[in-house]
């Protein structure tokens, strides 16, 4: 009985202290979508707005979502006239600036939806910051930007 305790007193805590990093972070993220595609479609592109309030950098190094298999940061590079995406590490949001994720700069790479998604939908993806931050934001499913 001890160990069940301890366990879910442990849960309780760190949920707790995820909670109020994510209510401390001053990062808000706004604007979000995701940009609809045939049933078929193995990759989509998730868009939106972080705006950094806080007065040090944040570094965004990553996403994960239970809607799809995996979740990359890409930026939308153009040379000699095409456009290529490159994967990228980790994007910084430098104190008091906003990164937009657009379909011509970064962006997130949603890779292989675990079921159809239609306008009006909406999937859950959490942003995962250095310092061990995870912010959860809600994407809605649209044919164009909202």
């Known amino acids: 009985m001890k160990l069940s305790l301890s366990l879910i007193l442990g849960l309780i805590l760190s949920f707790s202290s995820a909670q109020l990093k994510a209510a401390d972070s001053k990062i808000n993220i706004s604007h979000g979508w995701v940009k609809e595609a045939p ?78 998604l239609r306008q009006g939908d909406q999937v859950e993806v959490l942003l995962e910051f250095k310092g061990g931050l995870v912010l959860p934001v809600k994407l809605k499913v649209s044919k164009e930007q909202p």
Do not use: C, W
Not at 72 to 93: C, D, F, R, W, Y
């Open 39 to 116: 049933p078929s479609a193995e990759v989509l592109a998730g868009y939106m707005d972080l705006q950094n309030q806080s007065p040090q950098a944040q570094t965004l190094l990553g996403a994960r979502s239970a809607d799809f298999k995996s979740v990359m940061l890409h930026q939308t590079v153009s040379k000699g006239g095409m456009a290529h995406m490159n994967h990228t590490p980790q994007i910084e949001i430098k104190p008091g600036s906003t990164l937009q994720l657009t379909p011509s700069g970064y962006h997130l790479m949603l890779m292989n939806p675990k079921k159809g």
